[in-house]
């Protein structure tokens, strides 16, 4: 029996570096990573990297051994190194100045081919559902792209394609659940087949070229080179799950690529939003007003009355009222409005959007349109206004989706002050911070107190004040009656003239009374006497504060920590470590949001109390002005 050799076996044989698999496939760094992209191969961490890497201290990429056994099997590796095969021939051929042949090479260019990669890696329909958010979010940044030198326009313009097609199936099937306003762009999250599928679109601004240290688009453009073909795949069986013709025929004044749209980056965009507001052909003839059967809600109801059924059923009903928010109500967009995520959001759930014809294409109706419920506004005022409609700003469309109801609208009218925009990804049942208009989200009875806080403050406050004002002159009053009521018994021995003789008998009358009244409560009896001392007992006394010390409790939980720590085995300390650690970050994050809150608070109350202080001079200087020309 052969003794075997250290680093034969176990973790050493488990991985391989970078430097050895490139010598094992026979590959260039370029292509190795593009196959590795391809095929979803990455690096990986060993639990001891110094075996790993056979007694090594340096740090290596290092993959698994058998990933890199998995990718020698693969198609596309020859299909690699044809490229480089095809790159040698043609620059032959265009040095001998051999353009004949030149020619006949590029007609039998090598193409890369997918298709079986991506039913490789998801076998099943639901897998590629689950790994869709990062492919959306990348095709929805490269189809804003123009042509660049690791970016031709065919894959922009391939990406533009599939997004507006994966938009179109989230209106037709209504599909859209969340959306939220970001930094980084417009949030979106839709149900599809079961799977909750988040997105990104980026916000509109005219593109900036980037220096390549900051940014590798090769790398990007690889992955969207994977994820376009993925993507197909994935518009085509949801169209057809909905019977839609795929692909899509969208009108010929849309999506149509020219040398003026290429040239204007305005008419690209408009082009691709115009292309969301036009209605897909069907292969059968149902209405898109009819609603799909409620047979999950049957299925429910037969199966009994427990909490988890029953918060099904209330999910299911809130999900069919969300499906048909906006229907009925026809949206006109005003030219300072992004109008992207507008389209999508209203066109999800049932309503109608249209927008200036004269500066963009795609428009259904004009702004005269008396049918009109509501116009979206990002400006301070209008010359011109319907009374027939509401001027609102555009958060009112994100939070009345969130909130799945319709908001009243006077909180979004022009010029007001917008309430705090919520994300609604967010755990509602976090132990972290919450704000306090989270809070009366959920809890309803907290609306007003908390919107009425400020004020009944101030009220309370300026009542205060006159009160205090009013006790001053109380006081001086009676300070004055009393002096006054002084002199009078000086001057007069008494208050009234009341002799001695019959202050002497009035005082031996109440002697007596006071003897009487001593000998009935002698004569009480037992009873009486435990009767009163109940009464007394069960009287209500004023409560008294307990004072918290919070040295003493700090002192006290530094001691259960203490203990804490050293109740934990030797092997199990530095997870314990980590554990406290990530608890005292989360403890001071929360602290900091909690005095954030506390300064924003209390600056908005000095404004308004400095406005209302302004107004009050304000008034008080006109009243004096209109005294004056009273007066004269």
Request: charged share 35%; glycine share 2%; hydrophobic share 35%.
């Given at each position: 029996?052969?003794?075997?050799?250290?680093?034969?076996?176990?973790?050493?044989?488990?991985?391989?570096?970078?430097?050895?698999?490139?010598?094992?496939?026979?590959?260039?760094?370029?292509?190795?990573?593009?196959?590795?992209?391809?095929?979803?191969?990455?690096?990986?961490?060993?639990?001891?990297?110094?075996?790993?890497?056979?007694?090594?201290?340096?740090?290596?990429?290092?993959?698994?051994?058998?990933?890199?056994?998995?990718?020698?099997?693969?198609?596309?590796?020859?299909?690699?190194?044809d490229?480089?095969?095809?790159?040698?021939?043609?620059?032959?051929?265009?040095?001998?100045?051999?353009?004949?042949?030149?020619?006949?090479?590029?007609?039998?260019?090598?193409?890369i081919?997918?298709?079986?990669?991506?039913?490789?890696?998801?076998p099943?329909?639901?897998?590629?559902?689950?790994?869709?958010?990062?492919?959306?979010?990348?095709?929805?940044?490269?189809?804003?792209?123009?042509?660049?030198?690791?970016?031709?326009?065919?894959?922009?313009?391939?990406?533009?394609?599939?997004?507006?097609?994966?938009?179109?199936?989230?209106?037709?099937?209504?599909?859209?659940?969340?959306?939220?306003?970001?930094?980084?762009?417009?949030?979106?999250?839709?149900?599809?087949?079961?799977?909750?599928?988040?997105?990104?679109?980026?916000?509109?601004?005219?593109?900036?070229?980037q220096?390549?240290?900051?940014?590798?688009?090769?790398?990007?453009?690889?992955?969207?080179?994977?994820?376009?073909?993925?993507?197909?795949?994935?518009?085509?069986?949801?169209?057809?799950?909905?019977?839609?013709?795929?692909?899509?025929?969208?009108?010929?004044?849309?999506?149509?690529?020219?040398?003026?749209?290429?040239?204007?980056?305005?008419?690209?965009?408009?082009?691709?939003?115009?292309?969301?507001?036009?209605?897909?052909?069907?292969?059968?003839?149902?209405?898109?007003?009819?609603?799909?059967?409620?047979?999950?809600?049957?299925?429910?109801?037969?199966?009994?009355d427990?909490?988890?059924?029953?918060?099904?059923?209330?999910?299911?009903q809130?999900?069919?009222?969300?499906?048909?928010?906006?229907?009925?109500?026809k949206?006109?967009?005003?030219?300072?409005?992004?109008?992207?995520?507008?389209?999508?959001?209203?066109?999800?759930?049932?309503?109608?959007?249209?927008?200036?014809?004269?500066?963009?294409a795609?428009?259904?109706?004009?702004?005269?349109?008396?049918?009109?419920?509501?116009?979206?506004?990002?400006?301070?005022?209008?010359?011109?206004?319907?009374?027939?409609?509401?001027?609102?700003?555009?958060?009112?469309?994100?939070?009345?989706?969130?909130?799945?109801?319709?908001?009243?609208?006077?909180?979004?009218?022009?010029?007001?002050?917008?309430?705090?925009?919520?994300?609604?990804?967010?755990?509602?049942?976090?132990?972290?911070y919450?704000?306090?208009?989270?809070?009366?989200?959920?809890?309803?009875?907290?609306?007003?107190?908390?919107?009425?806080?400020?004020?009944?403050?101030e009220?309370?406050?300026?009542?205060?004040?006159?009160?205090?004002?009013d006790?001053?002159?109380?006081?001086?009053?009676?300070?004055?009656?009393?002096?006054?009521?002084?002199?009078?018994?000086?001057?007069?021995?008494?208050?009234?003239?009341?002799?001695?003789?019959?202050?002497?008998?009035?005082?031996?009358?109440?002697?007596?009374?006071?003897?009487?009244?001593?000998?009935?409560?002698?004569?009480?009896?037992?009873?009486?006497?435990?009767?009163?001392?109940?009464?007394?007992?069960?009287?209500?006394?004023?409560?008294?504060?307990?004072?918290?010390?919070?040295?003493?409790?700090?002192?006290?939980?530094?001691?259960?920590?203490?203990?804490?720590?050293?109740?934990?085995?030797?092997?199990?300390?530095?997870?314990?470590?980590?554990?406290?650690?990530?608890?005292?970050?989360?403890?001071?994050?929360?602290?900091?949001?909690?005095?954030?809150?506390?300064n924003?608070?209390?600056?908005?109350?000095?404004?308004?109390?400095?406005?209302?202080?302004?107004?009050?001079?304000?008034?008080a200087?006109?009243?004096?002005?209109?005294?004056?020309?009273?007066?004269?």
């Amino acid at each position: 029996m052969r003794r075997p050799k250290k680093y034969e076996s176990g973790e050493a044989a488990q991985y391989i570096s970078r430097r050895a698999a490139l010598r094992k496939l026979q590959l260039s760094l370029n292509d190795f990573r593009r196959l590795c992209i391809l095929k979803g191969v990455y690096p990986r961490e060993p639990k001891h990297r110094r075996r790993a890497q056979k007694g090594s201290s340096e740090i290596k990429i290092l993959y698994h051994a058998k990933d890199i056994r998995f990718l020698l099997h693969e198609s596309v590796v020859w299909t690699l190194r044809d490229y480089k095969i095809f790159a040698k021939k043609s620059g032959r051929d265009r040095a001998i100045k051999d353009f004949r042949n030149l020619k006949r090479r590029l007609a039998l260019f090598p193409e890369i081919k997918l298709d079986h990669i991506v039913k490789e890696r998801y076998p099943t329909f639901i897998d590629a559902l689950k790994d869709l958010d990062d492919c959306l979010t990348l095709l929805f940044l490269f189809s804003t792209f123009p042509s660049l030198h690791l970016i031709p326009r065919e894959q922009s313009n391939l990406c533009r394609r599939l997004t507006i097609e994966f938009l179109h199936y989230i209106i037709a099937s209504k599909s859209l659940r969340k959306v939220f306003i970001s930094i980084k762009g417009y949030y979106f999250q839709a149900e599809i087949k079961g799977q909750k599928v988040t997105w990104i679109v980026p916000h509109y601004y005219p593109f900036k070229p980037q220096s390549r240290q900051e940014v590798d688009f090769k790398v990007m453009s690889i992955f969207v080179e994977f994820y376009t073909i993925m993507m197909g795949f994935t518009n085509f069986r949801l169209f057809h799950g909905l019977n839609m013709a795929y692909p899509p025929q969208f009108p010929s004044s849309v999506l149509q690529d020219t040398e003026e749209t290429y040239k204007d980056e305005s008419s690209f965009v408009s082009d691709r939003i115009a292309a969301l507001n036009f209605e897909l052909l069907r292969t059968d003839k149902v209405q898109e007003d009819e609603e799909e059967p409620d047979i999950d809600m049957e299925l429910l109801e037969q199966d009994g009355d427990s909490k988890r059924i029953i918060k099904m059923k209330q999910e299911a009903q809130e999900v069919s009222r969300l499906r048909t928010l906006f229907k009925g109500l026809k949206f006109f967009i005003n030219r300072e409005v992004p109008r992207e995520p507008l389209v999508i959001i209203i066109r999800s759930f049932g309503g109608k959007v249209s927008w200036d014809s004269s500066v963009f294409a795609g428009a259904t109706y004009d702004e005269s349109d008396e049918t009109i419920t509501h116009q979206i506004v990002d400006r301070p005022s209008l010359s011109t206004q319907y009374i027939s409609r509401d001027y609102i700003q555009p958060q009112w469309l994100f939070d009345c989706v969130n909130q799945r109801q319709l908001l009243p609208t006077n909180k979004y009218f022009l010029g007001e002050t917008l309430p705090p925009h919520l994300s609604p990804f967010v755990d509602s049942k976090r132990d972290t911070y919450i704000p306090p208009e989270e809070k009366a989200l959920l809890d309803p009875s907290l609306i007003e107190t908390h919107a009425q806080s400020d004020d009944e403050s101030e009220d309370d406050a300026a009542e205060q004040e006159e009160d205090a004002v009013d006790q001053e002159l109380l006081d001086a009053q009676l300070q004055l009656a009393y002096q006054q009521e002084t002199a009078e018994y000086k001057k007069y021995g008494g208050p009234d003239d009341v002799n001695e003789d019959e202050e002497d008998a009035l005082s031996d009358e109440e002697d007596d009374d006071e003897s009487e009244d001593e000998k009935e409560e002698e004569e009480l009896d037992e009873k009486t006497r435990r009767l009163l001392e109940e009464k007394e007992k069960m009287s209500v006394q004023s409560g008294k504060v307990h004072k918290v010390n919070k040295r003493q409790v700090h002192k006290a939980e530094v001691d259960e920590h203490r203990l804490q720590a050293r109740m934990v085995k030797p092997r199990h300390r530095n997870l314990f470590r980590k554990l406290i650690r990530e608890k005292q970050t989360k403890e001071k994050e929360e602290w900091l949001l909690r005095k954030k809150r506390r300064n924003i608070d209390a600056n908005d109350k000095e404004a308004k109390k400095t406005a209302k202080r302004e107004a009050r001079k304000a008034a008080a200087a006109a009243a004096a002005v209109a005294s004056k020309l009273s007066g004269k």
